[in-house]
């Protein structure tokens, strides 16, 4: 079971700063946690919105709208996914969270379970089976290419 823990944004990450050292020391350590257990798969922190874009369907078309975004309480930080064997482990990892780089009061890690092609076993046919099987091993070569 594959989860991502959702990191969320606020002033200090739209700030363009990438936060401590402090901060990313402890981040690291985390990440080597996770990785010598065996359930890092990956980890980033995301730049602000202002250098981002939303990109919408409207009338037909894509609309494009730079950054900065208004919403801020709706802002992601950064992401971490994890690979682990049930949800209840995957919270304990998120309980781990460096206290350095832990969300405000208010504020939350949110965790989300990735859906995976098992989940749609129902909906595909033995021919979309092999392709999202062809497609899941390369991205994986991709992945490993790096």
């Keep these: 079971m594959r989860f991502m823990i ?23 350590s985390y990440q080597e946690e996770m990785l010598r257990a065996g359930v890092h798969v990956d980890g980033q922190g995301l730049h602000p919105t202002s250098k981002g874009a939303l990109v919408t369907w409207e009338n037909d078309e894509w609309v494009v709208t ?12 950064g ?10 482990e995957a919270i304990e990892w998120v ?25 749609f076993d129902a909906l595909l046919s ?8 062809q497609l899941r091993e390369a991205a994986a070569k991709q992945a490993a290419q790096g």
């Design 95 to 119: 309980k781990r969270w460096p206290r350095s780089a832990a969300p405000h009061p208010g504020q939350a890690l949110e965790l989300r379970q990735i859906m995976s092609a098992e989940d």
């Design 6 to 28: 959702i990191v969320p944004g606020g002033p200090e990450t739209e700030s363009a700063s990438p936060g401590t050292e402090e901060q990313y020391a402890d981040m690291q």
């Design 66 to 77: 730079d950054g900065p975004f208004a919403e801020a309480k709706e802002i992601i930080a």
């Design 126 to 133: 033995p021919e979309l089976r092999r392709r999202e099987e």
């Design 79 to 88: 992401f971490s996914i994890i690979e682990v064997s049930s949800r209840e």
